[in-house]
T-cell receptor
């Protein structure tokens, strides 16, 4: 079974600055998918970005990008030009290929300071 | 339409009550999920429905009873709950079971008194 570790329970960033959230994972599979979900105070889990393990290129979605280091089993999320609306709990998640559930990390609470 | 809706948003119930949570999606997804989330914790998978059939039950107590009347609708029937069942209940859906991104609803905040 996979495990996902987020070692930063809380982070803060100044508005317009850049912040990086860390995530490491462990899986015995060679084919898997990685995700970052955002959960603002409104509670809804929103998919921020996904990365397929077989792709070497790091995924990017507007101000959000990942640094995927497959050998190190690391999957960090970089948020550029942070905005107040980025304040939320961020969960890293991993899923092996096939009919397997998502495994979530414990989350990192991000605060954005105006 | 990439939306999963859940009703009610908030629910307070006594330990002897019977209530139901409702989840709906119109994205043509054939997999639907119930998660339980305690404060400051990640979601925990409870049930998975695939093509309207229960495919995964993560050893959830029988006081939680899921139902999938059709491909768009997922219910969670609650009976004789305990205070420790108070949590945020999230519904999600995906095109196929686990094989694609899951889209989450806004959740129902349940308080058991």
């Amino acid at each position: 079974a996979q495990t996902v570790t987020q070692s930063q329970p809380e982070m803060s960033v100044q508005e317009a600055e850049t912040v990086t959230l860390s995530c490491t994972y462990d899986t015995s599979e060679s084919d898997y998918y990685l995700f970052w979900y955002k959960q603002p105070p409104s509670r809804q889990m929103i998919l921020v970005i996904r990365q397929e393990a077989y792709k070497q290129q790091n995924a990017t979605e507007n101000r959000f990008s990942v640094n995927f280091q497959k050998a190190a089993k690391s999957f960090s999320l970089k948020i550029s030009d942070s905005q107040l609306g980025d304040a939320a709990m961020y969960f890293c998640a991993c899923r092996n290929s096939g009919n397997t559930p998502l495994v979530f990390g414990k989350g990192t609470r991000l605060s954005v300071i105006a | 339409d990439t939306e999963v809706t859940q009703t009610p948003k908030h629910l307070v119930m006594g330990m002897t009550n019977k209530k139901s949570l409702k989840c709906e999606q119109h994205m043509g997804h054939r997999a639907m999920y119930w998660y339980k989330q305690k404060a400051k914790k990640p979601p925990e998978l409870m049930f998975v429905y695939s093509y309207e059939k229960l495919s995964i039950n993560e050893s959830v107590p029988s006081r939680f009873s899921p139902e999938c009347p059709n491909s768009s609708l997922l219910n969670l029937h609650l009976h004789a709950l305990q205070p420790e069942d108070s949590a945020l209940y999230l519904c999600a859906s995906s095109l196929r079971t686990f094989a694609y991104e899951q889209y989450f609803g806004p959740g129902t905040r349940l308080t058991v008194t």
